[in-house]
């Protein structure tokens, strides 16, 4: 099955998970991969779908050997396991990523987001934000692209949690306009109660 086949029955059957009318463009993967340095460490990303920015890291110089991918369609998992053979493939949920198969002590330099968060609850998106910052490197990015106008994580989340976000580029000549951003921890680690 191809690439546009796969995305595309996955969207029909599940457009929540998959969030995007059509696999993200060349000019998206480059601008969310452009901060990736191959001496910052292993790469975690969530949600990549079909791989576009998964080729994008391996164009920058990221060892294949060196990239997590977690996601939680069957379909694309096992699609990402052919085509990337060397990387981690994780079929999971991202929210819940200190009960999968991670390697314990593993710490990345950045993680590279694909994940709908527009369209999860605010509860699921701060668990994602949570793991994954438990899981980077002192320094260490998420970088989420979304298709809104803003972030797609709302500033009063942000601010609870202890994360920043800063627009990291746009990408008008995507389908549709894409915006991605940078979210970084400020201030150590805590935990609120969430009402949802």
């Known amino acids: 099955m191809s690439n546009t086949s796969l995305f595309l029955r996955t969207l029909l059957t599940n457009p929540r998970m ?41 164009a920058r110089g990221i060892c294949e ?3 997590t991918l977690v996601e939680s369609a069957h379909g694309f998992a096992s699609l990402l396991r052919q085509r990337f053979p060397d990387a ?15 390697p314990e002590g593993l710490q990345f330099g950045c993680a590279i987001s694909g994940l709908p968060l527009l ?16 899981r980077l490197r002192e320094g260490g990015a998420l970088y989420q692209f979304t298709y809104g106008v803003r972030c797609p994580v709302p ?22 306009p894409a915006r991605v951003y940078k979210i970084v921890r400020r201030r150590p680690l805590h935990y609120p109660a969430i009402v949802a």
Do not use: Y
Request: hydrophobic share 45%; proline share 6%.
């Open 155 to 176: 500033h009063r989340l942000l601010d609870r949690f202890g994360f920043k976000a800063t627009l990291h580029g746009r990408v008008l000549r995507n389908f549709p």
């Open 119 to 134: 369209n999860m609850s605010p509860k699921t998106v701060i668990a994602i934000l949570t793991g994954v910052s438990s």
């Open 65 to 67: 050997r060196d990239i």
């Open 18 to 58: 998959v969030g995007a009318i059509a696999p993200s463009g060349t000019m998206l993967a480059n601008l969310i991969t452009s901060e990736v340095d191959p001496s910052a460490g292993p790469v975690l990303e969530l949600g990549p779908g079909t791989g576009v920015f998964t080729q994008a890291l391996l």
């Open 88 to 102: 981690r493939v994780v079929c999971a949920d991202a929210a819940r990523l200190g009960t999968h198969d991670l």
